[in-house]
């Protein structure tokens, strides 16, 4: 009688990168849901000074998170994603000079008084971060560290979403973030990173994951710094 024979074991599928990527930084995102920060916005207890210390260095954020994706378009190999990178930086500066500008007027401020106001530590050490990797790694690299200024953002606008806010002006922040136009540009690169992931050496994937985590937590010191009212010690 022939000996029988079992099929043999087979591995479970890789999980898709931006599976490896949202599980190396899930505990980092737990952190942002629940930093007083955003709980501030959603019950609308979030003093107006904090508010006002996140848009003033996240219009300084914005101009050089611009400059990051307009380095992953001109290293992008496709002629679809170039054109969707410069599309991303137009509409990161066009977000800086439009959506913060309102927000400015609303505490009595112009953008150029806010413009001249000095980039804090935080904000200096995430954007030199982000330029560095775009300028010195590869292509799906600066991708890997851009990432997170737009998944960890459209993830909290779902969330605080369906929450908003009794503050207007928290509520327009939040709406922002969680509208459909916003999630959709977010899918697109979700896409891509996936497609990355199938091209890419194991060593350049370890790379990414390494960027995106320290992103990841660059996006969690941001909202403290705020929160705290981080200055210059010196």
């Known amino acids: 009688m022939p000996a029988s024979t079992s099929p043999a074991p087979t591995s479970p599928a890789p999980a898709s990168l931006t599976e490896e990527l949202w599980a190396a930084i899930a505990p980092v995102y737990a952190e942002i849901l629940a930093h007083p920060f955003l709980g501030g916005l959603t019950d609308g207890t979030l003093p107006r000074e904090a508010f006002r210390h996140f848009v003033v260095q996240d219009s300084h954020y914005l101009r050089e998170y611009a400059r990051a994706l307009a380095v992953c378009a001109a290293k992008a190999p496709d002629e679809q994603d170039v054109r969707a990178f410069a599309d991303d930086a137009i509409g990161a500066l066009a977000a800086e000079q439009g959506m913060h500008a309102e927000f400015m007027s609303a505490f009595g401020r112009t953008a150029a008084e806010a413009a001249a106001e000095p980039v804090l530590p935080t904000t200096r050490a995430y954007t030199s971060y982000l330029l560095a ?29 369906a929450k908003s806010s009794p503050d207007p002006l928290y509520a327009q922040w939040i709406s922002t ?19 990355l992931g199938e091209e890419i050496s194991p060593a350049e994937r370890r790379r990414m ?7 990841s937590r660059y996006e969690w010191m941001f909202w403290d710094a705020a929160w705290r009212g981080e200055t210059w010690p010196v």
Do not use: K, M, N
């Not at 973030?177 to 977010?186: H, K």
């Not at 994951?209 to 992103?215: G, I, K, L, Y």
């Open 133 to 161: 990797t775009a300028y010195g790694g590869s292509f799906a690299e600066a991708v890997a560290a851009v990432l997170p200024c737009y998944w960890i953002y459209a993830r909290v606008g779902e969330q605080l979403l």
């Open 177 to 195: 973030y969680g509208d459909e136009a916003f999630q959709s540009v977010v899918r697109r690169v979700l896409a891509l990173t996936d497609r």
């Open 209 to 215: 994951v390494e960027h995106f985590s320290t992103t």
